[in-house]
């Protein structure tokens, strides 16, 4: 970014290491203090702690028996008297339907289905970022690593990251906000969004969205500063996290095709040397990556989610993972999603499908009524960051999950630093109102943390009323 449009008071959006390490200690404690007696053991889906020990010693594959049979990608090999042998999963067992790895599918006669011998190798489907960075931990405490610590650390260096973009935007003159509304924001991000309560579970699903608003925070960090070669290994990390931030790359290809909210001139060598330096470490952590896919499930494109539950999720099988079909269920979920209230105790009752992401934090209602937007570097950054949130978003919109079992929306965490910075853009001060809303966010958030997989009786499993 050009730095002719800094205020002239930028020294005002400095911030000394006493005043970072607060905010580290002080989001760590709040972490720590909703995350209760869940830090004194680890949690019950420790699956990147499984998969740490597998790279520790060199393979894909889980070693030993899983601790239970939730989210674990299943192939089981069938060895047949012919001597043949087949890896995959039963489309249907009762007809002898077996789909191997390829996607074809077999028919076994029933004395062949019958003598059949069956193996089985357990993986780790989700991406593996915050495995690698569990292993040095495993390494010295082993399997009975503590991924809840893990990720109440993460979250509060999350809040750090945000402190230092929302500081960023205010030096590159982006907001004129105070540092006092800025603290609003921060507490905003942090404490009254999806980010409070999925940061105090530990658990596969939570863990991986805390890791990937670490690297996504860095990834906007570094567009901004337009060091390109950071934010291709911020972008990389993060896809190697949370599968949906590969999308994310729509905001590093607004920098490099429209710097300044302008057309780049493909004759500006500075445009080529960006954007090389940018893809390097995308394409090789890409590569890794659909090696690995490869190497476990013989298509590279296939990271294992058609494995889950051995294959025998109706809704993947008829559909996919992604598809038009989910389409108004995740609209639902992620707008009109809300609570049933009762006239007797417990008085509110959530869906494990979430809430509305509107009613569990209203300040993104704001959005909908932008502030000016002051030259055209301004411009470019509100087009770029709501384009890169709806590529994000649309990618969550047609999976075959609306984010079940959570409180509220969680797949608002993959854009989230995007949003942020849409809230703190072009704004001079906060109203009391906006201040309301961030206040309920905290609060519900809050109420989400205490509750959420602990307070069984204020849920249920259920999606609209008949």
């Given at each position: 970014?050009?730095?002719?449009?800094?205020?002239?008071?930028?020294?005002?959006?400095?911030?000394?290491?006493?005043?970072?390490?607060?905010?580290?200690?002080l989001?760590l404690?709040?972490?720590?203090a909703?995350?209760g007696g869940?830090l004194?053991q680890?949690?019950?889906?420790?699956?990147?702690?499984?998969?740490?020990?597998?790279?520790?010693?060199?393979?894909?594959?889980?070693r030993?028996?899983?601790p239970?049979?939730?989210?674990?990608?299943?192939?089981?090999?069938?060895?047949?008297?012919?001597?043949?042998?087949?890896?995959?999963?039963?489309?249907?067992?009762?007809?002898?339907?077996?789909?191997?790895?390829?996607?074809?599918?077999?028919?076994?006669?029933?004395?062949?289905?019958?003598?059949?011998k069956?193996t089985?190798?357990?993986?780790?489907?989700f991406?593996?970022?915050?495995?690698?960075?569990m292993?040095?931990f495993?390494?010295?405490?082993?399997?009975?690593f503590?991924?809840?610590?893990?990720?109440?650390a993460?979250?509060?260096?999350n809040?750090?990251l945000?402190?230092?973009?929302l500081?960023?935007?205010?030096?590159?003159?982006?907001?004129?906000?105070?540092r006092?509304?800025?603290?609003?924001?921060?507490?905003?991000?942090?404490?009254?969004?999806a980010h409070?309560?999925?940061?105090?579970?530990?658990?596969?699903w939570?863990?991986?969205?805390?890791v990937g608003?670490?690297?996504?925070?860095?990834?906007?960090?570094?567009?901004?500063?337009?060091?390109?070669?950071?934010?291709?290994?911020?972008?990389?990390?993060?896809?190697a996290?949370?599968?949906?931030?590969?999308?994310?790359a729509?905001?590093?290809a607004?920098a490099?095709?429209?710097?300044?909210?302008?057309?780049?001139?493909?004759?500006?060598?500075r445009?080529?040397?960006d954007?090389l330096?940018?893809?390097?470490?995308?394409?090789?952590?890409?590569?890794?990556?659909?090696?690995?896919?490869?190497?476990?499930?013989?298509?590279?494109?296939?990271?294992?989610?058609?494995y889950?539950?051995?294959?025998?999720?109706?809704?993947?099988?008829q559909?996919?993972l992604?598809?038009y079909?989910?389409?108004?269920?995740?609209?639902a979920?992620?707008?009109?999603?809300?609570p049933?209230?009762?006239?007797e105790?417990?008085?509110?009752?959530?869906?494990?499908?979430g809430?509305?992401?509107?009613?569990?934090?209203?300040?993104?209602?704001?959005?909908?009524w932008p502030?000016?937007?002051?030259?055209?570097?301004?411009?470019w950054?509100?087009?770029?960051?709501w384009?890169?949130?709806?590529a994000?978003?649309?990618?969550?919109?047609?999976y075959?999950?609306?984010?079940?079992e959570q409180?509220?929306?969680r797949?608002?965490?993959d854009?989230?630093?995007f949003?942020l910075?849409?809230?703190?853009?072009?704004?001079?001060?906060?109203?009391?109102?906006?201040?309301?809303?961030?206040?309920w966010?905290?609060?519900a958030?809050?109420?989400?943390?205490v509750?959420?997989?602990?307070?069984?009786?204020?849920?249920?499993?259920?999606?609209f009323e008949?």
């Amino acid at each position: 970014m050009s730095h002719s449009d800094q205020p002239a008071d930028a020294t005002a959006y400095r911030s000394s290491w006493s005043v970072t390490a607060a905010i580290f200690i002080l989001s760590l404690l709040v972490f720590g203090a909703f995350a209760g007696g869940r830090l004194r053991q680890q949690s019950t889906d420790p699956h990147f702690v499984y998969l740490a020990d597998s790279y520790l010693h060199g393979t894909l594959e889980v070693r030993g028996a899983p601790p239970h049979g939730n989210d674990w990608a299943t192939v089981e090999t069938l060895h047949l008297r012919s001597g043949q042998e087949l890896k995959g999963f039963w489309w249907n067992k009762g007809q002898r339907k077996f789909m191997d790895l390829r996607g074809r599918l077999y028919v076994l006669d029933a004395a062949e289905a019958r003598t059949a011998k069956s193996t089985f190798a357990n993986y780790v489907s989700f991406p593996p970022m915050p495995a690698v960075l569990m292993m040095p931990f495993v390494a010295v405490w082993g399997m009975a690593f503590n991924d809840v610590l893990f990720t109440v650390a993460m979250a509060a260096l999350n809040v750090v990251l945000a402190w230092g973009l929302l500081l960023q935007l205010g030096r590159l003159g982006h907001t004129r906000l105070s540092r006092g509304d800025l603290g609003w924001l921060l507490a905003l991000f942090g404490f009254g969004t999806a980010h409070l309560w999925c940061s105090v579970l530990g658990q596969v699903w939570f863990t991986a969205l805390v890791v990937g608003v670490t690297f996504n925070l860095f990834y906007v960090r570094a567009i901004l500063a337009r060091r390109f070669f950071w934010a291709g290994v911020a972008l990389a990390c993060g896809f190697a996290a949370r599968t949906p931030l590969l999308y994310a790359a729509v905001f590093a290809a607004a920098a490099l095709f429209f710097p300044a909210g302008r057309l780049a001139s493909l004759r500006d060598r500075r445009f080529w040397r960006d954007g090389l330096l940018f893809a390097a470490a995308p394409l090789v952590v890409g590569l890794l990556l659909m090696a690995a896919n490869q190497a476990r499930f013989e298509r590279l494109g296939e990271f294992g989610h058609t494995y889950l539950a051995n294959g025998q999720l109706d809704r993947i099988k008829q559909w996919g993972l992604f598809n038009y079909h989910f389409l108004s269920r995740n609209l639902a979920a992620m707008f009109a999603l809300l609570p049933k209230l009762q006239p007797e105790a417990p008085y509110i009752i959530v869906s494990k499908h979430g809430l509305a992401i509107w009613l569990t934090t209203p300040a993104f209602l704001y959005l909908l009524w932008p502030t000016a937007r002051e030259g055209a570097e301004n411009r470019w950054l509100h087009r770029a960051a709501w384009a890169t949130i709806a590529a994000i978003a649309t990618s969550h919109l047609f999976y075959q999950n609306t984010g079940w079992e959570q409180f509220g929306y969680r797949f608002q965490m993959d854009y989230l630093p995007f949003l942020l910075v849409l809230l703190a853009q072009g704004r001079d001060r906060l109203s009391w109102l906006f201040k309301l809303a961030i206040i309920w966010g905290i609060a519900a958030n809050a109420f989400g943390a205490v509750t959420f997989k602990r307070a069984g009786r204020f849920y249920d499993n259920w999606f609209f009323e008949e």
